[in-house]
């Protein structure tokens, strides 16, 4: 699935703005708000972005480079964006007002997750974003995308080295939460 | 570990932590045919930026506090310094209040009045830890006045009270009052018309 879809998108006329519009975000709004989700680990704040981020391809779509895969494009654009809120002044000095509440309330910190489905999966779930973003990413990008260490070496610039110790250092982690 | 990783979107997915159903897409759709940003609008760009304004708000108080105590306490205040240096001259030291009222004796025509005043002040206001000045503002027969008060603690006098109005500008003393503990009269002073009326007239 991640090898075919980040290859190039041939078969889209991308003159045809709404029709890619429709098309991205049929193929890739689950793949943009989870990707946002395991970044933000705030669902409201998620699907806000996703919208963003289909609004900003459907403006900025004369500049997408045909030669890329339009997914590795969509989910670049949700990473940056991702970031953006997580180095913005305002999202940190919420995260740390919300640590600061539940201080004083003698509570998690972590985020209130409302999740359904299988309890086993619920669990995994909330493991995953319990990881520092640097494995969660990675987990993410292989686990739930698909993608090969090569192509997360390429999303995230980084080297495929790094990828594979992140990956291997992320197990261990899950691992030692069960 | 790679087990339970193994279709990790199924696993993910079926918990429902996060969706973009059609609700979104329309979403999407209506902000980009209102060209718009997404919902809320502006409203949403006030959510996001209050809590640095507001930071902004009160770190700009704190430093403007901050300056004006440092202005202050430095004396860079022009304005604040003039206005302490003002309100030590309206407010004398019982030292500068004691020396005026030294000097204004020789103001007092009758040397029984004189001599009274003098021997009132030397006998308790010589010793500053006895008085003090209750009232810069003080009426006198329709007239400013500082009033001081006291106690006597030696003598005859001993566990009395005093209260002495002088005129503010001159530190003339124009009435003096001594009271026991019962509050009764015990000795009263007051400066003859004719020297008071003068000392008026001088300002």
């Known amino acids: ?18 029709a890619v519009l429709e098309t991205i975000m049929g193929e890739y709004g689950e793949s943009v708000v989870w990707l946002a989700y395991s970044y933000l680990k705030d669902k409201a704040k998620a699907e806000d972005i996703a919208q ?21 494009w969509v989910l670049t654009i949700t990473a940056n964006k991702c970031k953006d809120v997580l180095k913005s002044w305002s999202h940190r000095n919420i995260v740390f007002a919300q640590s600061l509440l539940s201080t004083f309330k003698h509570q998690d910190s972590s985020p209130d997750f409302q999740l359904v489905g299988l ?26 995308e698909d993608l090969k260490v090569q192509e997360i070496s390429d999303f995230l610039s980084i080297k495929e080295n790094s990828v594979k110790t992140r990956l291997r250092r992320a197990r261990i982690l899950l691992k030692e939460m069960y | 570990m790679d087990e339970k990783l193994k279709n990790l979107r199924v696993r993910m997915t079926d918990t429902k932590a996060v969706t973009f159903d059609h609700r979104h897409k329309n979403r999407v759709r209506t902000s980009l045919k209102n060209n718009a940003p ?6 949403k760009v006030i959510q996001e930026r209050f809590p640095a304004f507001l930071t902004y708000i009160v770190l700009l108080v704190m430093l403007s506090g901050t300056g004006l105590f440092a202005s202050i306490e430095m004396g860079i205040l022009s304005h604040e310094s003039k206005t302490a240096e003002m309100k030590q001259q309206v407010t004398p030291s019982k030292e500068e209040l004691y020396t005026n009222i030294s000097q204004s004796l020789e103001s007092i025509d009758s ?15 010589t010793n500053f830890d006895n008085w003090r000045i209750s009232d ?34 001159t530190g003339l003393p124009l009435e003096f009052v001594i009271r026991n503990q019962e509050s009764s009269v015990l000795e009263e002073f007051q400066l003859s018309r004719d020297t008071v009326a003068k000392s008026y007239k001088q300002k």
């Open chain 2, 111 to 125: 040397e029984n009045d004189r001599e009274q005043v003098r021997a009132f002040t030397e006998s308790y206001l």
């Open chain 2, 38 to 43: 997404t919902k809320q609008g502006f409203l």
């Open chain 1, 119 to 144: 309890e086993e999966n619920q669990e995994l779930t909330k493991n995953i974003l319990k990881l520092p973003i640097k494995y969660r990413e990675v987990i993410f990008l292989h686990y739930f």
């Open chain 2, 136 to 169: 810069m503002n003080a009426d006198y027969k329709n007239h400013n006045a500082i009033l001081a008060q006291g106690r006597i603690t030696e003598g005859f006098f001993d566990k009395t009270t005093f209260s002495i109005w002088l005129e503010p500008d």
């Open chain 1, 52 to 72: 963003e981020v289909f609004i900003i391809c459907y403006t900025k779509l004369d500049s997408f480079n045909n030669e890329a895969s339009l997914k590795s």
């Open chain 1, 1 to 18: 699935m991640g090898k075919r879809e980040f290859t190039a998108h041939t078969d889209i006329d991308l003159t045809n703005k709404d």
